[in-house]
């Protein structure tokens, strides 16, 4: 294994892909050479795999990470923990769903829009509180259920996105299409600058009056949704700041001999241009919900959670 061969590569991805290039430019130059004299002093594997992730955490955006070849590795990943499994429950005033990530296949739109189809007219309660983030398509595919058909929700942008005034035109694709986000990411570096749009058309327009509840563990794509319900006016969003961690990145920048990185290259903003990523999204009513995040919120917490917007005036 070649350290500084790693250490090249890595800041080629950087120098070439990065999409804040103000800071490949300014920033990442010093932190390469501080990595490199360290390197050539001579470290252990363990040192270096500790310096390289220390210096890929200095990347000033999220989404970033040092991958080891046992990190590479996703022969594992279609096995996800319980806490990450949606589940749904119904009551006599209203559906409850709790949406821990958006990735695909994990999420299950079928049976996300199926299950509210038939609730009739009963609220519909979101729980976004964690949210692992995931597909641009499947936040396009919610939108639309609620939302209406062929409707922006989201801009991206490659580093050259500047040079082309108007934006090519993209909408949900199929899941069997989209596998681990792959069809999403070739999407995204199809055209520099794209508007991505609610499906045309949706089969299923439902008007429902939705809450959505979110904070500090709704990430990424799950920051999108949320602000996509505020600016499609779709509902009432309860809870906390969101994280504020939303770029698009991809993990297959390969560096040799097994090492990966994962790292942002293209940014995104919503319809009204709100850009996430730093700011984070937040909520129409502010509550503390100290319920644990990896478990459903109990009856009683839910309808306490609806008497304090009752009480507040929304919807």
């Known amino acids: 294994m ?17 999409v804040d290039t103000n800071f490949a430019k300014s920033k990442w130059p010093s932190i390469e ?35 080891t070849p046992q990190l590479s590795d996703k022969s594992s990943q279609d096995i996800i923990p319980d806490f990450l499994q949606m ?19 994990h999420f299950d739109f079928d049976s996300f829009s199926d299950f509210i189809e038939k609730s009739g007219d009963k609220k ?16 396009g595919k919610i939108l639309g259920l609620f939302g209406g058909s062929d409707r922006p929700f989201a801009y991206t942008r490659l580093r050259q996105w500047r ?22 990411v070739e999407k995204v570096c199809s055209f520099p600058h794209l508007e991505w749009c609610t499906a045309k058309p949706v089969n299923l327009h439902l008007k429902k009056e939705v809450y959505a509840l979110i904070g500090p563990s709704t990430f990424s794509c799950g920051e999108l949704l949320a602000q996509g319900i505020h600016e499609l006016k779709i509902g009432t969003s309860i809870g906390e700041k969101t994280a504020g961690k939303l770029t698009l990145a991809r993990d297959d920048f390969e560096l040799g001999y097994g090492y990966h990185a994962c790292l942002p290259f ?50």
Request: hydrophobic fraction near 40%.
């Open 163 to 184: 040079e082309f005034t108007m934006p090519g035109l993209v909408y949900p694709l199929e899941d069997k299409d989209n596998l681990n986000q792959v069809g999403d």
């Open 33 to 67: 050479a501080n990595a490199k004299a360290r390197i050539e002093k001579g470290i252990h594997q363990s040192a270096f795999h500790t310096l390289m992730k220390q210096i890929v955490n200095e990347l000033n955006l999220s989404h970033c990470e040092f991958l």
């Open 87 to 105: 589940t749904m429950k119904s009551t006599e005033d209203y559906v409850y769903l709790r949406v821990p990530t958006l990735w695909v296949p």
């Open 124 to 139: 519909v309660i979101l729980d976004l509180r964690l949210n692992t983030g995931g597909s641009l398509s499947a936040v």
């Open 2 to 18: 070649n350290q500084l061969e790693i250490l090249k590569n890595l800041s080629t991805h950087i120098a070439n892909t990065y």
């Open 266 to 315: 293209a940014s995104i903003v919503s319809r009204e241009r709100y850009k996430i990523e730093g700011k984070g999204v937040k909520p129409m009513i502010d509550l503390v919900i100290e319920d644990s995040i990896e478990k459903e919120l109990s009856h009683d917490r839910i309808l306490e959670i609806l008497q304090i917007n009752s009480q507040k005036g929304e919807i």
